[in-house]
DNA sequence: TCAAATAGATCATCTATATGAGTTGATTGT
DNA sequence: ACAATCAACTCATATAGATGATCTATTTGA
């Protein structure tokens, strides 16, 4: 009996998985969970194709289309002649996917982060919703202000769920070699996979005026950002403002690969 | 001599094609300028994949990825059982793909489009750069209020160069019977695949803020955008202005097929 | 006339296999 | 020791064929 015959082909990967839903959708949510359990560390290499497709006792064209949508969502990285990786959070990764800063004549700068406060809080509505946490949850406050050539631009408020980000202390995020993403990352095992922004403007208040160096009143972007780990589930949320004289927020609605 | 030892293989389709470059994306191009030529009209089906495979003499397989990734850039639309239709802009299209205002709640209205002016003009610096096209080159400048829930939200100044929509009239545009982007496709034959966005906080100046029954010098949301058709060849240039009071801008940077 | 069953078309998924191309590391010859 | 060569491994591309799911159009039967 060849392969295609055997109707229980469905359960080939695992017993008690769902009938109906495509082969590779499964093999891609296995792969999507040995990474998010960290059995696959960020920055090193999967098994190889052939190698996932004989564990996983399919074909190896359906691996590859698991891959290939792993790959669309900026989750894992193939090199060819060397493996696939699972994406790190370095800053040149950040800066494509997760800044979206530029300078009015469309050039990129790298921000330098000079943390304002840290603080212990309590989750308030908007927060315990963006967060999928209960009201009055516990959480961090992260206040930064982001510099770019030298100028005070973007004011960000970071708030992140104490249950996932266990024992932080603004001694670790002033002192993290790397972007704070990398840090969720290498310290707690959290990869950021995606965000959703919504962005509105407002006025300069006092607080904001002060930090930016901008006049109260001044015209303010506000960008108010979800991010997720793998299944959407969210761990931070932030509020950014933006100083948008000299430099503005880029969307480009067409990241899909094309070529 | 069985297919892949041809060492003409990449001629197959067209003499002159480069070497080197996958078949699939030869046949993409293909795909591409047949829809880009009108030949396959917006809204209907293109011709089956196992034709399109024969005609090229290429496998079905090899269309099937240059259609996929067709569908991945919202150019064809696949229905199983149904065909693959080229992607026509409906009005569901147009606020999925290029509509990026939500109410503060999240939800998404359709906007009411009211046409203040129309007017025929020379390309300024910014304009002409942004379309590629002659600094004062002619073009066509339409100024739209939207409305949603009844109240001035958007006041869009759109421009787009007359050598592309050669005899639009004011009475063409407000006489439409579907949205802008239809227009042009229906009556000029640019369908428009993508758009750059770029976002600003501004303060509102005498005009908009009488357009947008808002206070002088109250923050209005600016987007400048460019929409493009096929292979990024830059078509229209508009300039929002957005009361982002009840409303917000919304960019969900993982539109990519997830699930 | 109308609804149900059927056949056909088309995309969706899966398997299997072959070849090309890039990378890495070991082998080999000097 | 060193460089060139080569083999092995990996992903990239392409082909062929089979089965499943879904929609459309036709036929059939009451």
């Given amino acids: 009996m060849r392969k295609w015959e055997d109707p229980t082909r469905h359960h080939k990967l695992a017993a008690g998985t769902a009938l109906n839903t495509p082969l590779y959708k499964e093999v891609k949510r296995l792969l999507t969970e040995s990474i998010s359990a960290g059995e696959w560390k960020p920055g090193c290499a999967i098994p190889a194709e052939y190698m996932l497709a004989e564990q996983s006792k399919v074909s190896i064209g359906t691996v590859?289309?698991?891959?290939?949508?792993?790959?669309?969502?900026?989750?894992?990285?193939?090199?060819?002649?060397?493996?696939?990786f699972v994406a790190a959070h370095n800053r040149a990764r950040l800066m494509f996917h997760f800044f979206h800063i530029v300078r009015n004549d469309g050039s990129k700068l790298t921000p330098e982060v000079v943390m304002r406060s840290f603080a212990s809080g309590l989750a308030d509505d908007e927060e315990a919703a963006h967060l999928g946490i209960g009201l009055r949850a516990k959480v961090f406050r992260i206040?930064?202000?982001?510099?770019?050539?030298?100028?005070?631009?973007?004011?960000?408020?970071?708030?992140?769920?104490?249950?996932?980000?266990?024992?932080?202390?603004?001694?670790?995020?002033?002192?993290?070699?790397?972007?704070?993403?990398?840090?969720?990352?290498?310290?707690?095992n959290i990869t950021v996979v995606r965000s959703a922004e919504r962005l509105r403007a407002r006025l300069a208040d006092a607080e904001s005026a002060e930090v930016l160096n901008v006049k109260k009143r001044a015209p303010l972007l506000e960008i108010r950002r979800v991010a997720m780990t793998f299944n959407d589930v969210p761990v931070e949320?932030?509020?950014?403002?933006?100083?948008?004289?000299?430099?503005?927020?880029?969307?480009?609605?067409?990241?899909?690969?094309?070529?």
């Fill in 64 to 84: 590859r289309k698991a891959v290939d949508e792993l790959v669309n969502e900026n989750i894992l990285i193939r090199q060819q002649g060397r493996g696939t």
């Fill in 143 to 188: 206040q930064n202000i982001l510099l770019l050539a030298g100028e005070p631009i973007i004011f960000d408020d970071i708030v992140i769920p104490q249950a996932l980000f266990p024992k932080l202390t603004g001694a670790k995020v002033v002192g993290r070699p790397n972007t704070i993403y990398h840090l969720y990352q290498s310290a707690y």
């Fill in 237 to 259: 949320f932030r509020r950014s403002l933006v100083n948008t004289e000299h430099y503005e927020y880029f969307s480009d609605l067409a990241k899909t690969a094309s070529g």
